[in-house]
C-alpha cells in the first residue's frame, strides 16, 4: 500500500507549496487511470481513508464505457483509429512540476524507459467492451502536432468526463473503494490543504497480454518518439 497523504512521517503537515508531494496530490486532481505511463497499467485499485479532512477530497469516477458509447459515430470511428504517449513526467510539467531528485516523494511513476502508446479506445479483455482512455497524461497523438493533439485530447475528456457518466464520493475514515481501472477514470478534488488528509493505495497490477498497449492494438506495432518499439 502506498501513502497519499499530505501528512509526513512525524506527523506534521505538509505546508511547503514547493514540496513534491502537494504538487503530486494536486496532479491526481486530473481525469487518470492509474500507470497508464508504465509498460503494463493497473488492472484495478483499492483506495481507503485513515484520515478524512472536514469537507472536501472527494474522489470523482468516470465512466469510460458510456463516454465512448455516447460519442457521436464520426468522432467514435475517429478514435477508434488513434493512440497517444503517456507520461507522467509531462502531465506533472503541465502544472509547472519537475520533480525533484531526494525529495520527500518517492519519485514512483516517473518512469525512464520508452513506453509505447496506448489507443484512446480500450477493449476490456473480460467484457469485450470498448471504453475511452483519455487521461491527463496521455499527449502527442502520433498523426497530430503537439498543439494539435492537446486540443482534442482536452475536448475528449470535456465531453467524456461529465454527467451522467461521473460520481464523487466524499470520504469516512474506514472506507475502502475497489473499481475496475481499466474503464473507469478516476481523480481526487481539492481540499483545504492544512487539513490532514491520509489515503491508503494499491494498483493492482495488469497482466501485460491485456493491459500492455501492444497487445490491445492488434499486433500493430507503433514507433514512440523515443525510436523504441
Ligand atoms: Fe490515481
Request: aromatic share 8%; net charge positive.
Amino acid at each position: 500500500m502506498a501513502p497519499l497523504s499530505n501528512v509526513k512521517a512525524d506527523g506534521t503537515l505538509v505546508l511547503d507549496p514547493d514540496n513534491d508531494i502537494p504538487k503530486v496530490l494536486k496532479g491526481n486532481m486530473g481525469w487518470h487511470c492509474d500507470r497508464t505511463y508504465m509498460p503494463a497499467p493497473a488492472k484495478r485499485a483499492v483506495f481507503s481513508a485513515q484520515v478524512a479532512p472536514s469537507s472536501g477530497a472527494a474522489t470523482g469516477w468516470a465512466d469510460m464505457r458510456a463516454a465512448y458509447d455516447a460519442l457521436p459515430g464520426d468522432l467514435r470511428a475517429k478514435v477508434d483509429n488513434l493512440a497517444a504517449h503517456h507520461s507522467l513526467y509531462y502531465s506533472q510539467a503541465k502544472l509547472g512540476h519537475f520533480p525533484k531528485k531526494g525529495s520527500d516523494y518517492s519519485g514512483y511513476g516517473f518512469h525512464g524507459e520508452p513506453v509505447p502508446p496506448h489507443p484512446l479506445v480500450n477493449v476490456h479483455p473480460e467484457t469485450g467492451r470498448k471504453s475511452l482512455l483519455i487521461v491527463r497524461h496521455a499527449h502527442n497523438i502520433p498523426s497530430m502536432d503537439e498543439a494539435e493533439s492537446g486540443r482534442f485530447l482536452e475536448e475528449l475528456v470535456d465531453i467524456a468526463c461529465r454527467r451522467p457518466r461521473i460520481y464523487h464520493h466524499e470520504w469516512s475514515p474506514g472506507e475502502v473503494v475497489v473499481w475496475d481501472n481499466r474503464c473507469l477514470l478516476h481523480r481526487a478534488t481539492p481540499w483545504k490543504m492544512t487539513e490532514p488528509r491520509v489515503m491508503w493505495h494499491s494498483r493492482i497490477v495488469g497482466d501485460p497480454l491485456t493491459e500492455a498497449a501492444l497487445p490491445r492494438l492488434g499486433g500493430r506495432v507503433w514507433v514512440c518518439n523515443t525510436g523504441a518499439r
